[in-house]
């Protein structure tokens, strides 16, 4: 019959102490899991990918690599190639650079294009740092083939960008005299160079040292002589990074700063976390109480102060009510309600009875929680390798990346140079290139899910099991063993729901392309730009939705062996008829990892900055001397956080199955958990007949032997 029982938990046959040991025998070899689950969602997840290996031979075969290499200049040509606008093919190949010449079109660059020509190399004299406004070298000309002296100078190619020099010999051409005076004016045909150029990418570079800026910036009468407008060149300047000679100080202290990355950053993270994990468990039940207790407190202390500063609470020396000066009194001896402090005593007040409501609902079920957090440490001790997983996933991130990021560019690649509204020459590509860059996004989405939601079914495949055998005789490579269940018979549930989330994000992706294209619209249109605010935020909703149903849906799979559909309506069923044991654990649980997150955050910075303070570091005759330690702690503490973050995912899998695990073990058998392990059954009152099960397991165990 179906009773219903402890803490919410409904229905089924109840087993006695022995049977329920000889239950547990089963599933330490988890022989339900024996057929493949959604086999059709996979048959589809490998024909998908086998179009993605179609368009990636499209993209290999047909992308042009230069176009990803060189620039484009203001002609359309490719520099470093035979390719241009419309079919051209002017030969650049010996002038594979780009260089933006024209300082003043820097802070615009982005809304209306920059002028570019191909160069043989970058130029690395300036007229301001040589202090010679006549020295060839230190100008950069537009084609010869566009300039208004063609065809008057003798040995100058048609692209040639360095004829200033045979541009001064010139004395007597008028037509040459005023292009000499026009480009001293920085009006063109040859332009002088305002600072040095670094190849980057095929790229030219500015390179700015403080020095150069102060210069830039400050000898107005330099630039005035140049026909340039002091504080535009200033604006220009500030248009991209000022501080490359203090970046690279930043860069060589992270390579001499290594150290401090792998202790504190790396070792000291992982150390602490591990740390974390042993102190919720012997801890979490203090921790629990105290989060709890400290919240109430903090909403009922808030209230009481801003009752106070509204008045509401307070007399004077005659015993009169003493209001707040912004409150003014009725008529009726009440309050106005103009003061801010009357308001928020309300609201507060409001708020300081729903959280209590909420924790009187939740204390019976906390102990469940605590006990649910202290059986995901034994379980994390007892499989350390569940830890490590997460470097698994990864590496398969990884993979992925290397094969997405090449196709994509190549993608990108095969596209042609057109002409835009605006006069700029961009890369266009024909309808069927499109289709095929949608489809390779929405292949990536997919996969970076799949990858995820296997990580989720390994997981939560090990834990369960270590639930399910009462925490006790776990079988060797209990890790592995979940991996292979779950590539033997659960990949078509995993590609079920990544594929639902993946339709989520790209539809967000989707969104974003919208809202960009019709910012415009949107400031002349209030209500469009309200309506595309709540469509993005509703999507956002259900993507974070979807995925929570997933996950646990992952966790039934894992732990039944039933198909995406079926684990994720009895995840739900189950996660709303246990809404306050659900309530407790992820209110207290998100919490104290929280904490956790914070807390090794914290630790990895106060061990970065002590490594940072030793004497080979901070010894300016060192050659470990470190310019400034602030970039080598900030990265050892964003790598901590990284580390914690994993660390604290992996347990807060670990209790979201232990708790589902115990809500399904209560409604297969009558309302009570024959399985659950002793902390959870000390918890529920059910320790007695725990501690039964127990001793028949290790008889059954002894008479193996």
């Known amino acids: 019959p179906r009773t219903s029982g402890a803490m919410g938990c409904c229905g089924g046959n109840k087993l006695n102490p ?112 040589t202090g010679d406004f006549f020295d060839p070298e230190a100008y950069i000309c537009t084609y010869y083939k566009d300039s208004s002296v063609y065809g008057k100078l003798s040995g100058v190619g048609d692209y040639d960008t360095n004829y200033m020099k045979k541009l001064q010999t010139v004395t007597t051409d008028t037509d040459i005299l005023a292009a000499q005076v026009s480009s001293y004016a920085y009006g063109g045909p040859c332009y002088p160079v305002l600072m040095s150029y670094a190849p980057f990418l095929n790229r030219c570079t500015p390179i700015l040292t403080e020095e150069d800026i102060e210069m830039l910036t400050s000898n ?137 409501l909420i924790t009187i609902l939740i204390i019976p079920r906390l102990r469940v929680a605590v006990a649910c957090m202290k059986v995901a440490s034994n379980a994390l001790g007892a499989m350390p390798q569940l830890i490590l997983f997460p470097s698994v996933t990864f590496c398969m991130t990884l993979c992925l990346m290397g094969w997405w990021i090449p196709v994509a560019g190549f993608l990108y690649a095969t596209g042609e140079i057109k002409q835009d509204s605006l006069g700029n020459y961009v890369v266009r590509w024909d309808e069927t290139t499109q289709h095929m860059g949608l489809y390779h996004l929405f292949g990536f989405l997919w996969t970076n899910q799949f990858i995820v939601g296997f990580g989720y079914m390994v997981t939560a495949g090990a834990v369960a099991q270590f639930y399910w055998v009462a925490g006790k005789d776990m079988p060797p490579g209990p890790v592995k063993k979940s991996a292979y269940r779950a590539i033997r018979y659960h990949m078509g549930t995993i590609a079920f729901g990544a594929f639902l989330i993946a339709v989520i994000q790209f539809v967000r992706y989707i969104l974003e392309y919208v809202d960009k294209k019709t910012r415009k619209a949107q400031k002349n249109n209030k209500l469009l730009k309200f309506f595309m605010c709540i469509i993005k935020y509703c999507m956002w909703y259900l993507e974070q939705v979807v995925k929570y149903i997933t996950r646990n849906a992952y966790i039934v799979s894992a732990i039944d062996g039933s198909s995406f559909c079926t684990s994720a309506i009895r995840a739900v069923f189950i ?36 490594l940072a303070d030793m004497s080979m570091y901070t010894d300016a005759d060192s050659d470990y001397y470190l310019y400034s330690p602030f970039l080598c702690i900030l990265i050892a503490v964003l790598l901590g956080y990284q580390i914690a973050s994993v660390f604290m995912s992996v347990y807060e899998m670990a209790i979201d199955t232990i708790l589902l ?40 165990k002894k008479e193996k032997k």
């Open 18 to 129: 022995e049977e329920a040991a000889q239950d547990i025998e089963k599933y330490k070899k988890m022989e339900h899991h024996n057929r493949c689950t959604d086999i059709l969602f996979l048959l589809l997840f490998v024909a998908f990918w086998l179009g993605m290996i179609v368009i990636g031979s499209v993209a290999f075969s047909e992308g042009d690599p230069d176009l990803l290499k060189y620039g484009i200049d203001q002609n359309g040509n490719l520099c470093g190639a035979k390719r241009g606008f419309n079919g051209t093919s002017n030969d650049f190949t010996s002038q594979k650079p780009v260089m933006y010449y024209d300082i003043t079109q820097y802070s615009s660059a982005a809304v209306l294009g920059i002028n570019g020509l191909c160069v043989d190399e970058c130029p690395t004299k300036s007229v301001l740092n």
């Open 220 to 356: 107005a009468q330099a630039l005035a002589q140049l026909g340039l407008d002091p504080d535009e060149v200033e604006q220009a300047v500030k248009a991209f990074d000022s501080s490359t000679d203090v970046l690279n100080q930043y860069v060589n202290d992270i390579a001499t700063g290594w150290l401090i990355l792998l202790l504190a950053g790396v070792l000291g993270a992982c150390a602490l976390s591990a740390l974390w994990l042993v102190f919720l468990r012997y801890f979490a039940g203090c921790m629990a109480w105290c989060t709890v207790l400290i919240i109430n407190a903090l909403f009922i202390g808030s209230t009481i102060l801003c009752a106070q500063q509204a008045g509401f609470i307070g007399e004077d020396e005659n015993g009169n009510p003493t209001y707040n000066d912004n409150v003014v009194e009725t008529d009726d001896g009440g309050k106005s309600g103009d003061d801010p402090f009357v308001w928020g005593t309300y609201v507060l007040g409001v708020l300081a009875a729903i959280v209590l």
């Open 575 to 610: 996660l709303v008829s246990n809404a306050g044991k659900v309530l407790a654990v992820n209110t207290v649980g998100d919490f104290l990892l929280f904490l956790g997150k914070m807390c090794v955050t914290m630790g990895v910075a106060c061990l970065a900055f002590l």
């Open 661 to 700: 695990s115990y809500c399904i073990d209560c409604s297969k058998h009558g309302g009570k958990a024959p399985h659950a392990p002793k902390l959870i059954a000390d918890a529920v009152g059910e320790g007695k007949a725990a501690a039964e099960r127990d001793k028949h397991i290790d008889e059954n």
